[in-house]
């Protein structure tokens, strides 16, 4: 071979590098480099959480306090997903928050349920007179809105009022049609226990009322919880010592959980909550009577704030006949396990199997 001549190259090496060249095109478009929907996404996801990142150190460097908090409050876990610091975090924003807008210190308390501690609630409905200063307690204890206009005003237990009767034998052939083959009894005509439309709202000069038997009702702590159940984002759960609690923050306020609901305990915050700053309790739970916010739900936690520091409801401190019972149902001794081992005891709705932790008992 003479200098003159070229060495000739792989034939394999030059059909695999005519494969890796893509053909030239008449249409500019189409060469130029195409971008798959993956790379898209992902390049705009990138780009999205850039902006609020950096729309998020504007915030925090901003003046307005309650701004920077709120909207820190936008990218908190779900408390139970949180670490101890994540959890102190949030407390600090939220006493930050509450002392700013209400104008005295606040304090929101997270403390964990206790070991060996399961909550439990009795109620003597014979003794239960109906004077509702179980509701009013529970307004001015857990920060409910009172507020006037329609949806403004939450509260959280509900006192039924039923009338007291009996089947008399005299009205035995006072029916319709009268004779053979009565369709409508005459006992049909008088009250025997039954609840009345509305009377939940009733307002009495005085109390008890002659023939008539009073049924308070709130959330019954269920151990089968049917809320829980249909949340779609997990906002409410039940806690180890019994308690079903709800994370505000993480409401989205789709009311699934009221429907399921077959007590009647749920609220849902239709309106910003009507909460005059000179009426505000101070001594707040994260899961419980903390101030709540337009669009969420709320409900009865056996004021968390309390129980879980060794202090009875305080519902169950107002009742002036002492018709309220609380302990844990874990303790052979506590009144609520005594109770249910000597009294007549019956669960509401028990044929549904939610396994409430709320009892009714009589003597």
Known sequence: MTHEETPSADPAREQEAE???????????????????????????????????????LMVQSDNAR???????????NYRLMTPQEKAEARARLERRYSQEYGRKVNVDTTDAQPGVLM??????????GCRRCVH???????????SRPGEKIEWIQVLRMERGEFAKEKMNQGYPEGLGIQVGGNAYTPAGEVLEGQYRYE?????????????????????PPCVKVCPVRTTYRE??????????????????????????????V????????????????????PRMRGVVEKCHWCLQRTRHGRYP???????????????????????????????????KAELNTFPKFFYFYD
Request: with cysteine.
């Open 19 to 57: 494969r890796a060249v893509p053909p030239a095109s008449a249409d500019p478009a189409a060469s130029a480099p195409r971008a798959s929907r993956r790379d898209f996404l992902k390049a705009g996801g990138m780009l999205s959480l850039s902006s609020l990142m950096g729309t998020a150190a």
């Open 314 to 348: 305080a519902c169950v401190e107002v009742c002036p006949v002492g018709a309220r019972k609380f302990g844990n149902l874990l303790d052979p001794e506590s009144e609520v396990s005594l109770i249910l081992a000597r009294k007549n005891v019956f669960r509401l």
């Open 67 to 77: 701004a920077a908090i709120e909207w820190a409050e936008h990218f908190q876990k």
């Open 137 to 147: 307690a529970c307004v001015a204890e857990n920060n409910q809105s009172r507020g």
């Open 271 to 290: 309106n910003n909550p009507v909460l005059p700053k000179e009426e505000i309790n101070p001594v707040t739970h994260y899961l419980g009577n903390r």
């Open 204 to 224: 009495p000069a005085a109390v008890p009322e002659k023939d008539a038997t009073y049924m308070p009702i709130a959330c019954m702590q269920c151990e089968k």
């Open 120 to 129: 439990g609630y009795a109620l003597n409905v014979r003794k239960c007179i």
């Open 240 to 269: 180890p010592d019994g308690v079903v609690v709800i994370d505000y923050n993480w409401c989205i306020g789709c009311r699934m959980c009221m429907g399921a609901c077959p007590y009647w305990a749920r609220r849902f915050n």
